[in-house]
């Protein structure tokens, strides 16, 4: 790699993608391939936390990496790689599970979530979730991570690791920082506001999916939940306009536009009118994207190539930091 600063991210196949995922994370990945080299990965070894049908996982992932793909990422620019196929991670998460504590571990809220969610299987790897995620953002020495807001718990964790890990070995891990969308960072469900936007949902109305027919797409941005207030307004904070700023921040996310000349385009027109252009909005941001996905998904042959290469890459890059984490914690290299 040259000098230029280092950017490490991945989504989880998990599920379909949904339009939170894309506006707080993969569009913005899109435009920083230019400046920064760029590794994105699909996460497939955290989404096992939670029991997942095999056959489906591994469809799940390639999809992800066409979805990717036709977001915009380009694979001869950013290095593109499955996570389970570069054995660093796991390797790099079991030594830094040992420099991680069991009480910081006990404060995520997303293990809190997860466990209250998922009762019957509270594995001990939901648990070091954070711990391999650690692991991902610290083998590339990166130096930005963007996600969504909800991620900003483990990316601190993961600075606290590393800088405890340098504290006791010298400068070994870059402390990465996490990077923010302006508008897009935490998406609302559209059924009830006051929630993040999650495939998990139970209620399909609640989540656009970029896999989603567009006119359902369309029809679920017109029923999404406001208030009866009448007043196209952002107020940050105020549970009553929790749906309005949502849309505000939808609409702002897809076209770039900043959320005040939006609320005041819109001042004094009706919700209809404002959801129909909200609608419209979000069909034509995803409308390409699927279009290029249709075409990618068909080609596996490219797609599996693609993660071969990225592996190797990926793998020669990792393992130079885990080499170093070896010798400094002992082990005969
Ligand atoms: P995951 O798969 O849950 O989500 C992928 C990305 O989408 C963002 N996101 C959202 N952004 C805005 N509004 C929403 N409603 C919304 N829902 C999800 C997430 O913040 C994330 O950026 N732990 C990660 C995957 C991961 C990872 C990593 C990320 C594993 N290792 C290393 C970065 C670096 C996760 O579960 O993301």
């Not at 001869?76 to 599970?97: C, D, G, M, R």
């Not at 690791?161 to 923010?180: C, H, Q, S, T, W």
Request: glycine share 8%; hydrophobic share 40%.
């Amino acid at each position: 790699m040259d000098d230029k600063k280092i950017i490490f991210s991945g989504v989880q196949p998990s599920g379909n993608l949904t339009l939170g995922n894309y506006l707080g994370a993969i569009k913005n990945w899109v435009s920083l391939q230019d400046e920064y080299n760029c590794v994105y990965a699909m996460m497939d070894m955290h989404t096992i936390t939670v029991r997942q049908t095999p056959a489906d996982l591994r469809r799940r992932t390639l999809e992800l990496l066409a979805l990717y793909i036709a977001a915009g990422i380009d694979p001869e620019k950013s290095i593109l790689f499955i996570q389970s196929q570069n054995p660093a991670h796991a390797e790099l998460a079991w030594v830094l599970n040992c420099y991680t504590y069991m009480g910081e571990l006990n404060r995520m809220t997303q293990f809190k979530d997860k466990s209250a969610r998922h009762a019957e299987n509270i594995n001990a790897g939901l648990f070091t979730y954070p711990v391999l995620m650690a692991a991902d953002i610290l083998l590339y020495q990166t130096d930005y991570v963007p996600v969504g807001k909800d991620q900003m718990q483990h990316i601190e964790i993961c600075r606290d690791i590393a800088e405890r890990f340098n504290g006791l070995y010298g400068d070994v891990f870059k402390i990465p920082e996490g990077m923010l969308s302006k508008s897009g960072a935490k998406i609302m469900s559209l059924q009830e506001p006051e929630k993040k936007m999650s495939k998990s949902d139970p209620n399909p109305k609640g989540y656009i999916s970029m896999m989603d027919d567009l006119n359902v797409i369309a029809k679920k941005i017109k029923s999404a939940v406001t208030d009866s207030e009448g007043k196209i307004e952002y107020r940050e904070g105020d549970p009553a306009k929790a749906g309005i700023n949502n849309l505000l921040s939808i609409m702002s996310a897809v076209t770039g536009r900043g959320i005040e000349e939006i609320a005041a385009e819109y001042a004094g027109k009706g919700y209809g009118d404002f959801k129909g252009a909200v609608a419209e909005a979000v069909v034509e941001c995803i409308r390409p994207v699927r279009e290029e996905y249709d075409r990618i998904i068909k080609d596996k042959q490219y797609l599996t190539d693609i993660c071969a290469k990225g592996a190797e890459l990926s793998y020669k890059i990792a393992q130079r930091t885990l080499k170093k984490v070896y010798k400094k914690v002992g082990f005969v290299i």
